[in-house]
């Protein structure tokens, strides 16, 4: 087999694999680029973003230190009984705290208002554009735990997939002498869109 012919090969198969990964970031760029179509519709059915489950008493200092947060999440989700989950802590100011614990297929938040010693449980409704978003942006090695390491490691296979199937893609435009002409005004035009947009925004 000459490396021509393993070229084609390897483009054809690749492509084949990465057809559910390439769907999937293709489609969630959608509601990522019409955000306010989706919020609207959904605010013409007149139905809420989330439900509290719990509310109550909750008296304890917040950590001063950044690098504590993640641990005093955790805490406060085991105490919510929502722990078990990928999630993200985000302390919009000193007396408050959001711990986001999230699937691909729904969401909690926790909040914690230290000033007002309490603590508030809501559930997100489920909302195929978060559903797709989420899949999206979903990486990192943040979380603990087997399956969530796996998506991250599969995330990095796919990219280099890609860039190995737009290797492929290149060499075999090149071995094609007729249509190098056409190839290259492709490239050009692709090159020039994204440069300006890239410069300008």
């Known amino acids: 087999m000459t490396f021509p012919h393993f070229n084609r090969r390897l483009h054809l198969y690749l492509g084949l694999a990465l057809l559910p ?4 970031y293709g489609v969630s760029s959608i509601p990522f680029a019409h955000n306010q179509y989706f919020q609207a519709r959904d605010a013409a059915r007149n139905l809420p973003n989330s439900t509290v489950r719990l509310e109550r008493a909750l008296d304890l200092p917040i950590p001063e230190k950044d690098e504590e947060l993640r641990a005093f999440g955790a805490a ?11 999630f993200g802590v985000y302390r919009p100011n000193a007396s408050r705290l959001h711990v986001y614990a999230f699937t691909f297929w729904d969401a909690t ?5 230290a000033d007002q010693r309490k ?6 409704r ?4 978060h559903f797709l978003t989420g899949m999206h942006a979903r990486g990192g090695f943040e979380q603990d735990g087997f399956l969530q390491d ?4 599969v995330v990095d296979i796919v990219s280099v997939g890609m860039m190995v199937w737009i290797a492929s893609g290149l060499y075999m435009w090149w071995g094609l002498r007729g249509h190098r002409g056409w190839g290259w005004l492709a ?15």
Do not use: K, Q
Not at 109 to 113: D, K, N, P, S
């Open 119 to 124: 603590l508030t449980v809501e559930d997100r």
């Open 150 to 153: 796996s998506w991250s490691v």
């Open 76 to 86: 406060l989700l085991r105490d919510a009984g929502v722990d078990g989950r990928s």
């Open 109 to 113: 938040e926790v909040i914690y208002r």
């Open 21 to 24: 990964w390439f769907f999937m």
């Open 126 to 129: 489920f909302r195929w554009d």
């Open 187 to 201: 490239i050009l035009a692709g090159a020039a869109s994204f440069a300006g947009f890239t410069l300008g925004l």
